[in-house]
């Protein structure tokens, strides 16, 4: 079992959590011209970073995104905050 911590309840199971997507990912505009292919890169390809990486979650029990720091080799999570402030 791993700990993530949400900004707004605190310490909770994992279980408790959803991937949302990376973090800095923007969407491609305007939508209506992006082609095909473009659109299914922004919706379903991942970076997949080895080490550090940010991600945003869901947690389900609140139902806030917020953003997640963690090392994608050794699990550790080194940070979470609401979204739009600074991590
Ligand atoms: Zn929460």
Same mark, same amino acid.
């Given at each position: 079992m791993q700990l993530f911590t949400c900004p707004f309840c605190g310490p909770r199971d994992?279980?408790?959590f959803?991937? /949302?997507t990376e973090a800095? $990912?923007?969407r491609p505009e305007? /939508? /209506?011209e992006v082609s095909a292919e473009r =659109? /299914? $890169?922004y919706l379903y390809m991942k970076d997949n970073p080895k080490g550090p990486t940010r991600e945003? =979650?869901?947690h389900v029990?609140?139902?806030e995104f917020f953003a997640l720091e963690r090392d994608?080799?050794?699990h550790a999570v080194t940070g979470s905050m609401a979204l739009g402030s600074d991590l």
């Open positions: 994992e279980t408790e959803q991937f /949302a800095g $990912k923007t305007p /939508a /209506a =659109w /299914a $890169k945003i =979650w869901l029990t609140c139902g994608t080799v050794s």
